[in-house]
């Protein structure tokens, strides 16, 4: 049996990512591969390190792409700053800070939640109150939770979790190239994000940086990183002026991302950051005239991905089926204690535009009036 | 500074990885994405499972795609079925059987090394005889060599390694596509592969397909998974009914991928395996006509990568700079052991051409003579 061409629908990603990724991107990919220890390629992976840090806002040498999706990079942020019994302090109010918990677990840390509900923020003085109760070596917290809409703030943070002599590991995999991250402003240690976001290149690949105290972390640690794949040293020396061979370079992918990384560099960050703000806020005005409520408090809600309430009298997985079926449009679903109960609604990057926001609001008008 | 557009040269890829892609690949992945949870994206996962199966020659339900280059195949390979103590049998006659015995050690196995020389085979009563000394659960082999350009024959060895109660893990990165693999012929257990050979997709994906009799090994974990991104079980899940979210699958790889598949399907793997033989035997003859010699007896020498003596009085990197920078072919020196002392010259899926074999003759010719 021959299997036909490929024919996939014409999709309008609104979701959590993957987000639609612009033409120059997706031409990008199909240029021929050359090695990944050709010089030009080294040439690319400087200029892509070199767009990282402007995007990233950082001057990190330490600035790679991990060859895996956003979860990978969660997992080669955690497993390199991880020694078995280590003490780390995780924040969780949401999906993701839980899949931080599990990795740092897995990884043989002895490991304290931070709790808060779903769709709260954590405050500084609370990162402080648990590292004064649970001394530990490393706090990981999620700058735009995916599966609420928070945009957790990140300013003053550092400075408690430095006074206890801890690094802060930041998930901005949500945020990176939508809303402001500024590493070193910041001073975040370990942060990582992921292609398929705001970045608007297709999914596979994670942006990871860290800063020098990391850096001096890592070169501390008594026991090698158990995963060998996402061992950072390994890592850092084909990054680095040794181009040691680690992995074969996901060629295209990085094509994708530089060319991804270029169009934010052309139209710049501010401006990029007021654009996502702009049109967050004219879905959020669309999505209240509908009568829908907004899940988030304004004061921190993401304007990358937002969440919102699935009246009582509409089925969430239908209303979401015609919506993809009938109008090509992908939204969201609620994950973990918040499936069923919401939408989640991405506005990433390229996404980012008028006339998506007005698109969807129209399509969905249609389906909450049925 | 404006970044320019991507401008890479146009090299004819003859090295051991990345290989070249078809035209029909690259297109495939300008296609626009859709979502990893879109129905129409599980349908194409159903047909990347079914081409894998044909590619793989196996009817194991489990067969799915790892979001990683082929060391994160290897990785799940080894990570899923070692836990804490186990004993563990790796045969290591190159590069990555050393790189398989490294990663079994960080994940807390207890080792045994079947050493040979590089560029030796391994025989059924090696392992047999090894395994009476060192009774393992698992015994890891590598298919073919890509630092040796050895084949290792598969026939015979899994009745033995089943024989003492062990599950068998091959790695056939670089033999998938371009020489007969034949899991349920052979009754391999645990067996991965990577995209950028001789698949001829662009790196960054890692198939890998289990048996039931590895399936079932699985079930019978005691502990979890120590990399959570590897979990097998966790991928299981969205590759199975579930559909459960792990990891946002990368959609243009998997088009890419799906594509190359496909054109195997068209051209068979027969038809394939002996088009591969042919070239070989073509790049074999002109190496030796070249006054080269080969470095793998021709028994059991890889039609996909072959390994061939530097001369004394030429200088191997200058010499491979040449052909890069004048000629635009890319072909590798020796990993390890062997550098310095071979070059490996990759003919793999769509480059095992013969107009791609006279011209890397011609070039080496004109550059030997200098």
Known sequence: MPYPELDVPIRILLGPGPSMVHPRVLRAMA????????????????EVQALLRYTFQTKNWFTVVIPGTGSAGMEAALAN???PGDSVLICVNGYFGERMFEMALRYGAQVHRLDKPWGEIFTPEEVDKALREHPSKLVAIVHAETSTGVLQPLEGLAEVVHNHGALLLVDT???????PVKVDAWDLDIVYSATQKALNAPPGLAPLTLSQRAEEALKERQTPVRSWYLDLTLHSKYWGAERAYH???PISMMYALREALRIIDEEGLERRWRRHERNAQLLWEGLEDLGLELYVPEEYRLPTLTTVRVPEDVNERYARRRLLEDYNIEIAGGLGALKGKVWRIGLMGYAARRENVLMLLAAMKHILQK
Not at 173 to 179: C, E, I, K, Q
Request: hydrophobic residues 50%.
């Open 81 to 83: 700053f991880i020694e």
């Open 173 to 179: 995999v949500t945020s990176l190239g939508g809303v």
């Open 31 to 46: 240029t021929p591969l050359i090695g990944h220890l050709d010089p030009a390629f080294f040439q690319m992976m400087g």
């Open 247 to 249: 992995h074969t370079a």
